[in-house]
């Protein structure tokens, strides 16, 4: 699938890293460099506009490397990028480690995944099937 794209930044466009990768690294597009304190969010461009065909989604997902390792995270994970918007690509970025990090121009700082999605029509009904689980929630087989 062929998706259009613009780069306003001065870094590659994002890249599938292997064969079987779903994600691509989104890079941050920075004059200076970002120092995000402990518990600090910051809203991180990354140059990128695109115009996904209706029906598909862009998901921006944290990269597990700056996670497991910094404690760096995608905030409102996964964010949604829909077909309609044309917009500029924006990763909020949130530090949940005790330690600053700096986000430098070119930093790998999230994954986007494009997705299908189906649009529904709501059926008003006045009861469901019933399932095994029924209304069981959180917790609710014991593990």
């Known amino acids: 699938m062929e998706v259009k794209i ?3 930044s001065r870094n590659p466009l994002p890249a599938y890293e ?3 990768a779903a994600g691509m690294d989104l890079r941050a597009n920075l004059e200076t460099p970002v120092v995000l304190g402990s518990l600090e969010r910051a809203l991180i461009p990354t140059g990128l506009f695109i115009e996904l065909p209706s ?3 862009a998901q921006v997902r944290p990269r597990s490397g700056l ?6 995270t995608v905030l409102n994970s996964p964010g949604t990028i829909d077909a309609d ?3 500029e690509i ?3 970025l949130v530090n949940l480690s005790a330690q600053p990090f700096t986000i430098q121009h070119g930093d790998r700082i999230a994954q986007m995944i494009i997705a299908r999605h189906e649009n529904i029509i709501w059926r008003k ?3 469901l099937g019933e399932t095994r689980r029924g209304a069981g929630g959180f917790g609710h ?3």
């Open 85 to 87: 918007y044309r917009g």
């Open 55 to 57: 029906g598909y989604e």
């Open 125 to 127: 009904t006045d009861e």
């Open 141 to 143: 087989t014991g593990h």
């Open 67 to 72: 996670a497991a390792k910094w404690g760096i």
């Open 6 to 8: 613009v780069n306003n």
């Open 18 to 20: 292997t064969a079987h």
């Open 90 to 92: 924006k990763v909020i």
